[in-house]
């Protein structure tokens, strides 16, 4: 178990331009009230997120199991929510979703948005379903031709500005790209009680969990 927690560290840690995932979580990690409800949706983002970000209390987690369900995240988020707005005010929802996960149900920001729920989510954003391509990259696939043909299924489109979506229904909304600018704009998410938030943290697309042992764990089939 040392050995592993070491090994995040150090992915945590690493100086690059663009984060990966285990740099987000290290960062929201120092910053989750204990007390939080964490809601977690994803490929890489809910496996990975398990790993780093641990629960305090039972019954403050929820996430697809071992069904790999995606479009949960959002209603989950909802539901906890109205409970704890009711119940437990002081106590935050916290929903972190992969960028892929968030297109499945992705405007129950508007819901959020009409009933004041101050759900904060954080996207982690890779531009596609496990990887995706760098606007350069992606540039260089529309050259070959048509996108539907040309462009791998997987691949999003690049640096797509998810938190627009909260915005454009009175929620606040985050593009970030830096340790700092994540940092900050948590900080300011946890200080609002009225409206949901939304943080679009842009990662680097090839990122991808630690090297397994056993490399038949975590072989993608795409």
């Known amino acids: 178990m040392k050995s592993n927690e070491e090994t995040s560290k150090a992915l945590a840690l ?3 331009p663009l984060m990966n995932y285990y740099t987000v979580f290290h960062h929201i990690r120092e910053l989750l009230p204990k007390d939080c409800i964490l809601v977690s949706e994803g490929a890489n983002t809910m496996d990975i997120g398990r790993t780093i970000l641990p629960n305090y209390h039972p019954r403050h987690r929820l996430d697809a199991g ?7 995240g959002l209603g989950f988020a909802t539901a906890a929510a109205m409970v704890t707005k009711d119940r437990n005010p002081e106590s935050r929802v916290v929903c972190i979703e992969g960028d892929s996960a968030f297109g499945f149900s ?6 959020m948005c009409r009933y004041n729920l101050p759900v904060i989510i954080i996207i982690v954003n890779n531009n596609g379903i496990y990887s995706g391509l ?3 990259s992606w540039k260089k696939v529309l050259e070959l031709g048509e996108p539907a043909i040309r462009a791998p299924p997987v691949c999003l489109l690049p640096n797509a500005h998810y938190e627009q979506i909260a915005s454009a229904f009175g929620g ?3 593009f970030v790209q830096t340790p700092e600018e994540l940092q ?6 946890l200080a609002e009680n009225h409206a949901p938030s939304l943080i679009n943290v842009m990662i680097d697309p090839q990122s ?4 397994q042992d056993f490399h038949w764990l975590t072989r993608s089939n795409l």
């Not at 900050?184 to 998410?189: D, H, N, P, T, V």
């Not at 991808?208 to 090297?211: F, G, T, W």
């Open 172 to 174: 606040k909304g985050y």
């Open 14 to 16: 690493r100086k690059h």
């Open 106 to 111: 992705g405007m129950e920001v508007e819901t």
């Open 208 to 211: 991808d969990r630690k090297e």
């Open 184 to 189: 900050a704009a948590l900080k300011r998410s």
């Open 66 to 72: 071992t069904f790999g369900t995606m479009g949960v």
């Open 134 to 136: 760098d606007a350069d």
